[in-house]
Antibody
Framework: QITLKESGPTLVKPTQTLTLTCTFS??????????LAWIRQPPGKALEWLAL???????RYSPSLKSRLTITKDTSKNQVVLTLTNVDPVDTATYYC????????????WGQGTLVTVSS | DIQMTQSPSSLSASVGDRVTITCRAS??????LNWFQQKPGKAPNLLIY???SLQSGVPSRFSGSGSGTDFTLTISSLQPEDFATYYC?????????FGQGTKLEIK
């Protein structure tokens, strides 16, 4: 079965770089059509899509955050890494990774999420 | 970006009620519309994909309809476990976008 799990720091200082890792099993990011996305949710607020990466290394980013985001994949480790530079308290959120299929279902499997707090 | 607008933002209903939540896209997204349910402290759960297809394991009281710009999620007979927040999301293009959510509360 498909599982995903996010990992990374729980507390980051303003201006620092946040690095999050999604480790997954039950699928391969080298399989045609498969993708993985990052989505975040500030406390008490709505879901916000951040970025996605496809099997062919095609990458898409949220326009409002594009200059600060980088998404990469390590197919051999079954991991996808998201970096967010120059963090601010408004970046405090639960960060989720989710599986998707190109031209098919978006976000049919999710990780449990990881809460990241940005504070000095 | 395609903007997704849900209504209402919150809704009070009773067990057994029929409930409808609407979602409007700022431009046509064909049938590339998904619905998620989220309970407090949990990740969202896909209910409906491609506007009207029921995700495996989701009870049949959930249904979706619509195409183009206007979509609805209907719960035919509310159960206690259905009280949650619901989000629509377009998968037509990137950036992917979500609605602002509809909180379904017990009356």
């Amino acid at each position: 079965q498909i599982t995903l799990k996010e990992s990374g720091p729980t507390l980051v200082k303003p201006t620092q770089t946040l690095t999050l890792t999604c480790t997954f099993s039950g699928f391969s990011l080298s399989t045609i059509g498969v993708g993985l996305a990052w989505i975040r949710q500030p406390p008490g607020k709505a879901l916000e899509w951040l970025a996605l990466i496809y099997w062919d290394d095609d990458k898409r980013y949220s326009p409002s955050l594009k200059s600060r985001l980088t998404i990469t994949k390590d197919t051999s480790k079954n991991q996808v890494v998201l970096t967010l530079t120059n963090v601010d308290p408004v970046d405090t959120a639960t960060y989720y990774c989710a599986h998707l299929t190109y031209g098919g279902k978006d976000f049919d499997y999710w990780g449990q999420g990881t809460l990241v707090t940005v504070s000095s | 970006d395609i903007q997704m607008t849900q209504s209402p933002s919150s809704l009070s209903a009773s067990v057994g009620d029929r409930v409808t939540i609407t979602c409007r896209a700022s431009q046509s997204i064909s049938s590339y519309l998904n619905w998620f349910q989220q309970k407090p402290g949990k990740a969202p759960n896909l209910l409906i994909y491609a506007a009207s297809s029921l995700q495996s394991g989701v009870p049949s009281r959930f249904s979706g309809s619509g195409s183009g710009t206007d979509f609805t999620l209907t719960i035919s007979s509310l159960q206690p476990e259905d009280f949650a927040t619901y989000y629509c999301q377009q998968s037509h293009t990137s950036p992917r976008t979500f609605g602002q959510g509809t909180k379904l509360e017990i009356k």
